[in-house]
């Protein structure tokens, strides 16, 4: 800050916000389930911004592919509307991006929904690597907590049917 003080005024120059505190949270919903090998199921990525207002979630998601496969990945009803990046490596990465054009804030504010298929039986973490929820004011990381995700497979392992050529006479 640059203060200016002529005669009997004074002037501040700059800003004298103070940037805003870490309290997001960024949340894998259910964090912890139990299903069956060959079951497909359902992980929503989600944040709650604790009152503070946000414009940009990014981050990678672990995930075993031992244990996990990734069906789809789906953000059509999340509350950020630019998708900056959306992807599955297929060697146990997901990468997310998303923006919004408004600032959102709230408790329960959805991302995205990961569509998982279990593979074989174990214990399958899902771990947030380098995440950040963006502040809209500031444009730095405001994020404080994250929640993983960990799901007990039980079963027999699921092996791919084969197929029979089709013969056509």
């Known amino acids: 800050e640059i203060f200016l003080s002529s005669g009997n005024a004074s002037f501040a120059i700059g800003s004298t916000t103070s940037d805003p505190i870490a309290q997001s ?7 912890a389930s139990s299903v069956t090998t060959g079951q497909t199921f359902t992980v929503d990525v989600r944040v709650n911004s604790n009152g ?3 414009n940009g979630v ?15 990945i ?7 509307d630019v998708k900056a990046q959306q992807t599955d490596d297929g060697n146990g990465t997901i990468t997310l991006a998303y923006g919004a054009f ?22 399958a973490s899902v771990i947030f690597q380098n995440p950040t929820i963006t502040s809209n004011i500031s444009n730095k990381d405001v994020l404080k907590n994250v929640v993983n995700g960990i799901y007990a497979i039980s079963g027999s392992p699921v092996t791919p049917t084969p197929t029979s050529p089709v013969v056509t006479p």
């Open 102 to 123: 408004t600032p959102q804030s709230g408790s329960d504010l959805h991302v995205a929904t990961i569509s998982f298929f279990a593979k074989a039986p174990g214990s």
């Open 25 to 31: 949270d960024l949340i894998l919903s259910p964090s």
């Open 74 to 80: 789906d953000s059509v009803t999340g509350a950020f």
């Open 52 to 54: 503070q207002t946000v």
């Open 58 to 72: 990014q981050a990678n998601i672990a995930y075993p592919i031992a244990l996990l496969g990734v069906n789809s």
